[in-house]
């Protein structure tokens, strides 16, 4: 199973990006997808996590109401919608695929069975 992120880059703060992720490999609909970012120094950190159809969807504390994940099951891709981007939002971005058995900790990196190589995310203020 490969996952490749794409869409970092460097902006102002206040702008926004979209980060998309593609899955190839395995079946795309059994995966729970998250997004995690981690800055220099700092431990990783749960962004986002999406469940299966895309019902419900799940935030960290400090992204909530700027972010939004998505996915698009007929193109294997999970996307993550980035607003009122701020310099703390600086960090590498990574995506991640859970497998079953499914658990109700998804907010946990050690919960995902795959992870892509991560795209940076540069917020200037």
């Known amino acids: 199973v490969q996952l490749v992120e794409s869409g970092g880059g460097s902006v102002q703060a206040g702008s926004s990006l979209r980060l998309s992720c593609a899955v190839s490999g395995g079946s795309f609909t059994n995966y729970i997808m998250g997004w995690f970012r981690q800055a220099p120094g700092k431990e990783r950190e749960f962004v986002a996590y999406i469940t299966r159809v895309g019902d419900n969807a799940y935030y960290g504390d400090p992204v909530k109401g700027r972010f939004s994940i998505t996915r698009d099951n007929a193109k294997n891709t999970v996307y993550l919608q980035m607003n009122s981007l701020k310099f703390e939002d600086t960090a590498v971005y990574y995506c991640?695929?859970?497998?079953?058995?499914?658990?109700?900790?998804?907010?946990?990196?050690?919960?995902?069975?795959?992870w892509g190589q991560g795209t940076q995310v540069t917020v200037s203020s």
């Open positions: 991640a695929a859970g497998r079953p058995p499914y658990s109700n900790n998804w907010y946990r990196g050690d919960e995902y069975d795959y």
